[in-house]
């Protein structure tokens, strides 16, 4: 799916199983003391980085975890992971090709009660109940702000909260455009990024891949 939204500029590794590859100290340190799913998770997410970066030509190196809990890569590369129940995926590319990319991956299935409203403003939510029924909407409205934080964070170092950005989802060809209200000197002073998305079996992904 995700390896289906980016350019042929990003590696894209997807799997659907838990993966196990040895941890660098850096990783590991991370990691903490977390156990179980969290643990299984984060291996994975590492393991798929591992190939996704080969696949650009570079070695296996640590990819440790910032202060919010962002992948922290090897200079001249960015990427993201993303994981959720039965799907999981770390997409990289070489910094001179991109220069900010953020991915998400959702279980297809409508946000709990109450949470669309946290999401989304009162435009956006009128502008979700005109688009066809019986697909949950609000959860690709969720999952594309996500990925848009994923790759403003990195850029700027800065939260990004839900309501600094408007979506406008097309249906017609699976993209979206998320107008920014929050100022980003770092993306050369545009207001608007674009990206991708896809539900597909019982996954909703997205993908936002800003350009050189």
Known sequence: MIEALVPPTVSAVVTAADLDTALFAQEERSLGRAVGRRRREFITGRACSRRALARLGLPATAVASGARGEPLWPAGVVGSITHCEGYRCCAVAHAHDVRAL???????????????EVVAGPDERRALRSLPAGAPWDRLVFSAKEAVFKAWFPLTGRDLEFEDVRLRIDVRDGTFEALLLADAPELGGAARV??????????VAT???IAR
Do not use: F, S, T, Y
Request: no cysteine.
């Open 207 to 209: 993908a936002v891949v």
């Open 102 to 116: 953020g991915i998400d991956a959702e279980v297809l299935a409508p946000l709990p009660a109450g949470v669309l």
């Open 194 to 203: 674009h990206g991708r998305w896809r539900m597909d079996g019982a996954i």
